[in-house]
Nanobody, 116 residues
Framework: QVQLVEAGGGLVQAGGSLRLSCTAS????????MGWYRQAPGKQRESVAF???????NYADTVKGRFTLSRTNAKNTVYLQMNSVKAEDTAVYYC??????????WGQGTQVTVSS
């Protein structure tokens, strides 16, 4: 089992910055990828960014050049640095971890609201 605890989120003005963090505990050595999804009202949950155990990072096209994903050397904490945020970045952000072929562990979600 893997537990994910998120921190960060909140209200930010358009053009501003925000940082999310997520720390995994439990069977962390089973994790092969870790990252963030988001879900806006009335929309499906979508991938934002994730990093594999080998260090490869994947970004959604909508956040490339604005968001940066990083992790600690211990590989149990990931950070999502969100710069130049836009109103369309408003969503509940979920930390996710993958131990197989799909993301199967989820955090409780943290609200990010961008005001214009």
């Amino acid at each position: 089992q893997v537990q994910l605890v998120e921190a960060g989120g909140g209200l930010v003005q358009a053009g501003g910055s925000l940082r999310l963090s997520c720390t995994a505990s439990g069977s962390i050595f089973d994790i092969n990828a870790m990252g963030w999804y988001r879900q806006a009202p009335g929309k499906q949950r979508e991938s934002v960014a994730f990093i594999t155990s080998g260090g490869k990072i994947n970004y959604a096209d909508t956040v490339k050049g604005r968001f940066t994903l990083s992790r600690t050397n211990a590989k149990n904490t990931v950070y999502l640095q969100m710069n130049s945020v836009k109103a369309e970045d408003t969503a509940v952000y979920y930390c996710a971890a993958r131990t197989g072929s799909i993301f199967n562990y989820w955090g409780q979600g943290t609200q990010v609201t961008v005001s214009s």
